[in-house]
């Protein structure tokens, strides 16, 4: 008697399992199961995005700063959003809580892997499946603490606003041991965007990127990589050593925003000159005749090593 | 050895259902788990021993149920070796959990 009915909880258990498994099948569709990106994609526009948290059925994922993706288990479909940004072209907080089309993501998940969010203009954007726009959505202004410390809302609403072309020229000085900026591109960040710009070569002390003279939005920081001569003869030692001088200039933001607030003009020439004793000389912005000298703070650091290229 | 052969026999030919459940039941529920959880992943470890428990506990059951003698040898000794696999699988996953907070603490 016992033994039957121990029988039967084992039986009922058994047939629970394989309910489960085949449950389980059906609704993961373990064949087509792999994972899937999430795009946050706010190239043209510019924007700052303070939160981000997508949820799923049991957990929720926000998309770590300066990444703009995120990949997901293929079982894990988003359900609901929650995104706050700031528009720094219309200065204001826009923020947005709600549901996304489980059903249109999943449908869109069985074919191909991207799920992206693209945002647009003011207010609005989009839910973008495999190049498929798949919802519309409209975020609502809010108001909200200020995110950055260091940098005003109003100042940096002014730069992100502002259209300034920036042109920027090397000078090294006839006796400077240094000879050419380094393979390695020169970096020009950009304080509001958060993108940055890079010149691969220099001609003639101009910063070239892609054979066009490089023009930039307002800088932040330089990354600038100089090569030092080699009079080495060939076959010694030294011949083979690389020394590279890395220089990482930063901008005062206080003074820039006093140049470009009192000064009409928004294209402006950058002179860095670098002197004899291979240290930053100084910083100008060429404006017509007048030369208006910058503030910066210079970090050096010089590393040799065996050039790879000279051993081949 | 003729004599292991016709026990193992005698347990094959009085072998019962329950048996037959319990094996399949064993087995299933091993797949479920695989299923709900990936392999080595940290859900994994941090849930298949008592997935093992479960399973010495179904069995312990059936054993106290059974009335065949030689059914209850066999199914003791897979409690056995079932202890010692959960002995072991304990320090592999402390080796595990230690190794990982290794690597994340530099």
Redesign the interface.
């Known amino acids: 008697m016992v033994n039957k009915i121990w029988n039967s909880i084992l039986m009922i258990l058994t047939l629970g399992l394989i309910v489960g498994i085949v449950y389980n099948e059906i609704s993961y569709g373990r064949f087509s199961r792999f994972d899937y990106y999430l795009n946050v994609n706010y190239d043209d526009v510019n924007v700052w995005m303070v939160e981000n948290e997508f949820y799923t059925k049991d957990k929720s994922i926000s998309i770590p700063k300066g990444e703009n993706h995120y990949s997901f288990k293929k079982e894990f479909v988003l359900e609901k959003m929650h995104l706050v940004w700031f528009n720094f072209v219309d200065d204001k907080f826009y923020e947005f809580k709600g549901d996304l089309p489980y059903e249109l993501i999943r449908e869109e998940m069985t074919t191909e892997n991207e799920i992206s969010l693209k945002l647009g203009k003011h207010n609005t954007f989009q839910l973008i499946g495999n190049g498929k726009i798949l919802q519309n959505f409209i975020a609502k202004e809010v108001s909200k603490h200020w995110f950055n410390e260091n940098i005003s809302r109003e100042k940096m609403v002014f730069f992100a606003r502002d259209k300034i072309k920036i042109k920027s020229y090397l000078n090294l000085e006839s006796d400077s041991e240094f000879s050419e900026i380094s393979f390695s591109p020169v970096t020009f960040y950009n304080s509001s965007h958060g993108s940055s710009d890079y010149a691969d070569s220099l001609v003639n002390g101009r910063f070239f990127y892609e054979n066009k003279p490089l023009e930039t939005n307002l800088i932040e920081q330089i990354n600038l990589s100089l090569i030092k001569k080699n009079y080495a003869i060939k076959g010694s030692v030294d011949y083979l050593k690389k020394t590279t001088l890395k220089l990482k200039i930063d901008f005062d933001f206080e003074q820039l925003y006093e140049i470009f607030r009192l000064n009409p003009k928004n294209k402006f020439d950058l002179n860095i000159i670098v002197d004899k004793n291979d240290s930053l000389k100084s910083i100008y912005f060429i404006d017509q005749n007048k030369m208006i000298k910058l503030d910066v703070e210079t970090r050096y650091e010089q590393e040799s090593k065996i050039d790879t290229d000279k051993i081949k | 050895m003729s004599k292991i052969k016709s026990e193992i026999l005698e347990i094959l030919q009085k072998t019962?259902?329950?048996v037959i459940?319990?094996n399949?039941?064993l087995v299933?529920?091993h797949?479920?788990f695989l299923?709900?959880n990936e392999f080595l992943s940290n859900d994994f470890l941090k849930n298949y021993h008592y997935l093992i428990i479960l399973n010495m506990i179904?069995m312990f059951?059936?054993v106290a149920?059974?009335n065949n003698k030689a059914l209850r040898i066999a199914y003791i000794i897979v409690l056995i070796f079932l202890l010692i696999f959960l002995i072991i699988f304990y320090f592999f996953v402390l080796w595990m959990t230690g190794l990982a907070k290794g690597f994340t603490h530099g």
């Open positions: 019962s259902t329950t459940i319990l399949v039941l299933l529920s797949v479920f299923q709900q179904l059951i059936t149920l059974s």
